[in-house]
């Protein structure tokens, strides 16, 4: 008995094939844009992510505010704990205050503040940036207010609260300015 040849097997060039391509593409739900209009090119790349998505668009001078703010925080606290009445003094001209305790307290509370800065300085979570530069400019306006107030009430002028009170009104400006600038979506390229 004669053996019988089968026929030869026919390839097919699926990789070559146009329609084919797309239609195994659209079977594993590739190519496509998703709800966020992004386009994966591999079921992979759509199952893990792209990096790129959670990237934060920083603004420019963004870090080199962030290491302002933390340096001036520290400065300040550092003084405020070892130097109480220099402080005070360079504040509202007057040498004598009654107690130091309300002062240091103002440097340990400064101190912490300063770690959660140095903290935010070092991370690319954006939603951390945003609350510290939050926190920061609510600081900086409820000290605004402070001295106001403490200047009303004492109704003189000194040279060093005016110079902090226009201090803090730029850092509010700038603090705000990052917050929304951090806060905004991405333009899609």
């Not at 300040?76 to 240091?104: C, G, H, N, W």
């Amino acid at each position: 008995m004669a053996a019988k040849q089968p026929p030869p097997l026919m390839k097919k060039h699926s990789q070559t094939d146009l329609v084919s391509r797309l239609k195994t593409r659209k079977i594993l739900g590739v190519g496509g844009e998703d709800d966020d209009g992004e386009v994966h090119r591999s079921k992979i790349s759509q199952v893990l992510g792209n990096e790129i998505k959670f990237a934060v668009r920083e603004p420019l001078g963004l870090r080199v505010w962030q290491l302002v703010s933390a340096v001036m925080f520290s400065g300040v606290a550092i003084m405020a704990l070892a130097f109480p009445d220099q402080l005070y003094d360079a504040v509202f001209d007057e040498e004598s205050v009654s107690s130091k305790t309300p002062i240091r307290l103002y440097g340990g509370a400064l101190l912490s503040i300063s770690l959660i800065m140095w903290n935010a300085l070092y991370t690319a979570e954006k939603v951390i940036i945003r609350w510290t530069l939050l926190m920061e400019a609510c600081y900086f306006a409820v000290q605004f207010l402070v001295t106001t107030v403490s200047l009303v009430e004492s109704s003189r002028i000194a040279t060093g609260a005016v110079l902090l009170l226009v201090s803090r009104a730029l850092f509010i400006l700038i603090s705000i300015y990052y917050y929304y600038q951090v806060g905004r979506r991405p333009k899609k390229v």
